[in-house]
Protein backbone atom coordinates (compact mmCIF):
# COMPACT_ATOMS: atom_id res chain seq x y z
CA UNK A 1 0.00 0.00 0.00
CA UNK A 2 1.71 3.12 -0.91
CA UNK A 3 0.58 6.80 -0.60
CA UNK A 4 -0.03 9.22 -3.61
CA UNK A 5 -1.86 12.16 -3.73
CA UNK A 6 -3.50 11.64 0.01
CA UNK A 7 -4.19 7.86 -1.24
CA UNK A 8 -2.78 4.74 -0.01
CA UNK A 9 -2.50 2.61 -3.21
CA UNK A 10 -1.83 -1.50 -3.38
CA UNK A 11 0.57 -2.24 -5.71
CA UNK A 12 4.44 -1.56 -4.57
CA UNK A 13 5.64 -1.63 -7.90
CA UNK A 14 5.46 2.37 -8.41
CA UNK A 15 7.72 2.78 -5.30
CA UNK A 16 10.49 0.22 -4.40
CA UNK A 17 12.87 -1.38 -7.19
CA UNK A 18 12.64 -5.08 -6.91
CA UNK A 19 15.93 -5.88 -8.09
CA UNK A 20 17.69 -8.43 -6.69
CA UNK A 21 14.62 -8.70 -4.65
CA UNK A 22 15.99 -5.71 -2.41
CA UNK A 23 14.90 -2.15 -1.91
CA UNK A 24 17.43 0.22 -3.85
CA UNK A 25 15.45 3.42 -3.20
CA UNK A 26 12.73 4.56 -3.00
CA UNK A 27 11.14 7.01 -6.14
CA UNK A 28 9.28 9.66 -5.19
CA UNK A 29 7.83 10.97 -8.68
CA UNK A 30 9.51 14.55 -8.31
CA UNK A 31 8.32 15.24 -5.03
CA UNK A 32 11.01 15.36 -2.84
CA UNK A 33 8.98 12.54 -0.41
CA UNK A 34 9.24 9.38 -0.85
CA UNK A 35 6.08 7.58 -1.27
CA UNK A 36 4.69 6.10 2.69
CA UNK A 37 3.73 2.29 2.91
CA UNK A 38 1.97 1.08 5.06
CA UNK A 39 4.85 0.46 6.97
CA UNK A 40 5.54 3.60 7.08
CA UNK A 41 2.71 4.67 8.59
CA UNK A 42 2.88 2.52 11.62
CA UNK A 43 6.04 3.59 12.24
CA UNK A 44 5.11 7.73 11.63
CA UNK A 45 2.19 6.65 14.29
CA UNK A 46 4.42 5.22 16.87
CA UNK A 47 7.24 7.63 16.56
CA UNK A 48 4.30 10.41 16.90
CA UNK A 49 3.72 8.73 19.88
CA UNK A 50 6.92 8.82 21.38
CA UNK A 51 8.03 5.32 20.90
CA UNK A 52 11.65 3.92 20.00
CA UNK A 53 12.51 2.00 16.92
CA UNK A 54 13.06 -1.26 19.50
CA UNK A 55 10.11 -0.61 20.19
CA UNK A 56 8.45 -0.20 16.99
CA UNK A 57 10.65 -3.64 15.72
CA UNK A 58 8.71 -5.39 18.29
CA UNK A 59 5.29 -3.81 18.15
CA UNK A 60 4.66 -4.40 14.26
CA UNK A 61 7.79 -7.32 14.02
CA UNK A 62 9.59 -5.53 11.52
CA UNK A 63 13.36 -6.62 11.55
CA UNK A 64 15.12 -3.57 13.73
CA UNK A 65 17.35 -2.74 10.92
CA UNK A 66 14.29 -1.70 8.84
CA UNK A 67 12.79 -0.01 11.24
CA UNK A 68 16.10 2.25 11.44
CA UNK A 69 16.37 2.52 7.59
CA UNK A 70 12.67 3.94 7.16
CA UNK A 71 13.33 5.86 10.21
CA UNK A 72 15.92 7.40 8.90
CA UNK A 73 14.75 8.17 5.62
CA UNK A 74 11.46 9.63 6.55
CA UNK A 75 13.47 12.23 8.94
CA UNK A 76 16.07 13.17 6.26
CA UNK A 77 12.90 13.74 3.68
CA UNK A 78 10.89 16.16 6.43
CA UNK A 79 8.40 13.84 6.48
CA UNK A 80 8.40 14.23 9.68
CA UNK A 81 10.31 16.50 12.40
CA UNK A 82 12.46 15.69 15.38
CA UNK A 83 12.72 19.25 17.41
CA UNK A 84 14.23 20.12 20.74
CA UNK A 85 12.79 23.03 22.87
CA UNK A 86 13.48 24.57 25.96
CA UNK A 87 10.77 24.16 28.79
CA UNK A 88 10.32 28.22 29.70
CA UNK A 89 8.99 27.89 33.11
CA UNK A 90 11.56 25.93 34.49
CA UNK A 91 14.07 28.59 32.96
CA UNK A 92 12.63 31.35 35.07
CA UNK A 93 10.61 32.60 31.46
CA UNK A 94 6.94 33.17 30.66
CA UNK A 95 4.93 32.41 27.37
CA UNK A 96 2.70 34.02 25.60
CA UNK A 97 1.07 34.65 22.19
CA UNK A 98 0.36 37.92 20.02
CA UNK A 99 -2.16 38.47 17.84
CA UNK A 100 -1.52 40.77 14.92
CA UNK A 101 -4.06 42.63 12.80
CA UNK A 102 -2.95 44.58 9.59
CA UNK A 103 -5.03 47.41 7.95
CA UNK A 104 -2.72 46.59 4.62
CA UNK A 105 0.72 45.94 3.91
CA UNK A 106 2.89 43.00 3.15
CA UNK A 107 1.95 40.09 5.62
CA UNK A 108 5.05 38.33 4.68
CA UNK A 109 7.94 41.56 5.22
CA UNK A 110 6.04 42.46 8.35
CA UNK A 111 5.59 38.76 9.82
CA UNK A 112 9.82 38.40 9.16
CA UNK A 113 10.22 42.09 11.12
CA UNK A 114 7.88 40.35 13.63
CA UNK A 115 10.11 37.67 13.57
CA UNK A 116 13.55 39.12 14.24
CA UNK A 117 12.59 40.81 17.52
CA UNK A 118 13.83 39.34 20.68
CA UNK A 119 11.84 36.87 22.47
CA UNK A 120 9.90 35.55 19.41
CA UNK A 121 10.29 31.64 19.12
CA UNK A 122 7.51 31.19 15.94
CA UNK A 123 5.98 33.54 13.55
CA UNK A 124 2.97 32.25 11.47
CA UNK A 125 0.33 34.23 8.50
CA UNK A 126 -3.26 33.01 9.19
CA UNK A 127 -6.08 33.06 7.41
CA UNK A 128 -9.39 34.35 9.63
CA UNK A 129 -9.56 36.38 12.67
CA UNK A 130 -5.69 37.96 13.10
CA UNK A 131 -3.07 37.88 10.23
CA UNK A 132 0.11 37.20 12.03
CA UNK A 133 0.33 34.99 15.27
CA UNK A 134 3.56 34.99 17.29
CA UNK A 135 4.93 32.97 20.00
CA UNK A 136 6.77 34.58 22.75
CA UNK A 137 8.77 34.16 26.15
CA UNK A 138 9.84 37.12 28.33
CA UNK A 139 10.76 37.89 31.73
CA UNK A 140 9.34 40.26 32.57
CA UNK A 141 6.64 43.00 31.69
CA UNK A 142 9.59 45.51 30.50
CA UNK A 143 10.13 43.06 27.79
CA UNK A 144 6.52 42.62 26.70
CA UNK A 145 6.00 46.13 26.78
CA UNK A 146 8.93 46.92 24.24
CA UNK A 147 7.77 43.89 21.60
CA UNK A 148 4.30 44.97 21.27
CA UNK A 149 5.50 49.01 20.76
CA UNK A 150 7.82 47.56 18.57
CA UNK A 151 5.02 45.61 16.17
CA UNK A 152 2.77 48.99 16.43
CA UNK A 153 5.26 50.73 14.86
CA UNK A 154 5.50 48.83 11.82
CA UNK A 155 3.93 50.12 9.13
CA UNK A 156 0.62 48.24 8.24
CA UNK A 157 -0.22 47.37 11.38
CA UNK A 158 -3.41 48.46 13.17
CA UNK A 159 -3.66 46.57 15.94
CA UNK A 160 -1.98 43.86 18.32
CA UNK A 161 -4.10 41.66 21.00
CA UNK A 162 -1.61 39.87 23.04
CA UNK A 163 -2.02 37.05 25.75
CA UNK A 164 0.21 34.86 28.60
CA UNK A 165 0.21 31.42 28.84
CA UNK A 166 -1.21 30.33 32.50
CA UNK A 167 -1.12 25.99 31.70
CA UNK A 168 -0.58 24.24 29.22
CA UNK A 169 -2.30 20.93 29.06
CA UNK A 170 -0.17 17.80 27.82
CA UNK A 171 -1.49 16.21 24.44
CA UNK A 172 -1.87 11.97 24.35
CA UNK A 173 0.26 11.51 21.56
CA UNK A 174 -1.39 8.27 20.65
CA UNK A 175 -4.17 10.95 20.04
CA UNK A 176 -1.84 12.52 17.53
CA UNK A 177 -0.73 9.29 16.05
CA UNK A 178 -4.65 8.23 15.56
CA UNK A 179 -5.22 11.59 13.61
CA UNK A 180 -2.24 10.79 11.62
CA UNK A 181 -3.75 7.22 11.07
CA UNK A 182 -6.57 8.66 9.73
CA UNK A 183 -5.74 11.76 8.02
CA UNK A 184 -3.44 9.05 5.82
CA UNK A 185 -5.83 5.99 5.01
CA UNK A 186 -8.81 8.56 4.57
CA UNK A 187 -6.73 10.05 2.07
CA UNK A 188 -6.69 13.60 3.53
CA UNK A 189 -2.93 14.35 2.55
Given at each position: ?????????????????????????RKT?????????????????????GYN????????????????????????????????????????????????????????????????LEG??????????????????????????????????????????????????????????????????????
Amino acid sequence: MLLKKGKILDSESESHSKSSGRREGRKTRGTGFPYIDQKDVQIIGSLISGYNNQHISSEYQIPLSTVQRRTRIILQSGLLQHNFKPDYRRLGLKRGMIHVYLKDGDMKYIAERVSALEGITSVSIHIGNSDIVADFVYRDSGQIIDMVSSIKRLEGVDRTVWSEEVYSFPINPQNLALSFHRLIEGGGV
